[in-house]
């Protein structure tokens, strides 16, 4: 089961439900991270108890660099503080910063089978690529059910590519449950209007390590040569074809920059307009979208110690929480001292 939120929906009344996502500091944020989680992120974090943290110890296993990592799990707080996360209103933190959602990430290891950790489609696609293949790659679902229950959230905004992972989650803590005691609720995904966002190609799912997004943040100008190298209706060859706004990656993302998409779509579909100039429409479009958060980005960067003040901040915020579920946890499982009652 999950839910659509849209940015104006009433609050869940009374309750101060967890909400957790985490995000790959792998690459700069693109516009399947925004409109996929992101732009929910935001909208949640009036409205429940949010957490949202900055995934460095998944990124381990695509990126091999240490200034690296840093320098990207760096600018990532950059692009959520920019995008109107408000550390006012929820708490944003750096995985490796709490230890214990490897400690806890461990514990569920010895809960899972392998043969359901198999199923996990990155790593087989990987394995069957023939690419690097790490246990970490196969673990990674298990680490992210770990992130999410430790805090005990019942709500993830997560982009619609991640169904699979947040199915897998909830077999964990069943699986953790039913061992020990039933100490986690069964997380939720949270999905905007989005479909998984496609790449500039028109064939995958925009991602950093595919190496075809459009980075919220570029500059206009890359913005542009960005969007005019999307791949459009490949049966629209010449530019009195009629296009199929369906299959087009550009067609589709006009609905998410403009209240008239429709007409846009139907100017394609009848050969009205041409790809070309509503490629350049996007391209406005989407810049002026991003232009107010490219300015609050450009004024944080500026401000040297906002990013670690922030995420001092809110791993302090979680710190009570992280014990009391620990304390449960090690309790249930028995590791480490027992506690006094
Ligand atoms: P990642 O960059 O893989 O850490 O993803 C961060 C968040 O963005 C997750 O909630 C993903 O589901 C979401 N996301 C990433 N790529 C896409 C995409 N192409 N379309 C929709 N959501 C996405
Ligand atoms: N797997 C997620 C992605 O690639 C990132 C992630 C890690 C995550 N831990 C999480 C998302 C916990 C939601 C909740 O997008």
């Known amino acids: 089961m999950s839910q659509t939120l849209a940015a104006d929906d009433p609050a869940a009344p009374g309750t101060r439900e967890r909400v957790f996502s985490g995000i790959q500091p792998s690459g700069a944020s693109h516009l399947g991270n925004y409109l996929g989680a992101q732009a929910n992120y935001v909208a949640l974090q009036d409205r429940y108890d949010a957490i949202y943290a900055i995934v460095d110890l998944h990124a381990l296993t695509t990126v091999h660099d240490g200034e690296t990592l840093r320098r990207l799990s760096h600018e990532m707080v950059l692009d959520l503080l920019a995008v109107g996360l408000d550390p006012q209103r929820c708490s944003l933190i750096r995985q490796s910063d709490v230890p214990e959602h490897a400690e806890l990430a461990w514990i569920f290891n010895t809960c899972v089978p392998v043969a359901w950790a198999e199923r996990n489609p990155t790593y087989k696609e990987a394995r069957d690529e023939g690419k690097e293949n790490s246990v970490g790659l196969l673990d990674y679902p298990v680490l992210q059910a770990a992130d999410i229950v430790l805090y005990k959230a019942s709500r ?8 699979a992972h947040l199915e897998f989650s909830r077999e964990v803590v069943r ?47 890359e913005i542009r040569r960005l969007v005019m190298s999307m791949v459009t209706d490949p049966l629209r060859i010449k530019r009195t074809d ?45 810049i002026e979208f991003f232009r107010p958060m490219r300015e609050r980005r450009a004024e944080l960067a500026a401000d040297g110690a906002v990013v670690e003040e922030t995420l001092a901040a809110g791993a302090d915020a979680v710190r009570p929480i992280v014990d009391a579920t620990m304390a449960e946890v090690r309790d249930a499982v028995g590791i480490g001292p027992r506690r006094v009652a």
């Open 242 to 286: 009629p296009g199929r706004p369906e299959v087009c990656n550009v067609c589709q993302l006009h609905r998410f920059f403009g209240a008239d998409y429709l007409q846009i779509q139907d100017g394609e579909r009848t050969a009205r307009t041409g790809c070309v100039e509503t490629k350049q429409l996007l391209a406005e479009r989407i």
């Open 156 to 163: 993830v905004p997560v982009g619609k590519d991640q169904a």
């Open 175 to 221: 699986a953790f449950n039913r061992r020990y005691a039933p100490v986690f609720p069964e997380p939720q995904p949270v999905y905007t209007e989005a479909p998984v966002v496609l790449g500039i190609d028109g064939v995958r799912k925009m991602s950093k390590s595919a190496g075809n997004t459009i980075p919220i943040f570029a500059e206009p100008d």
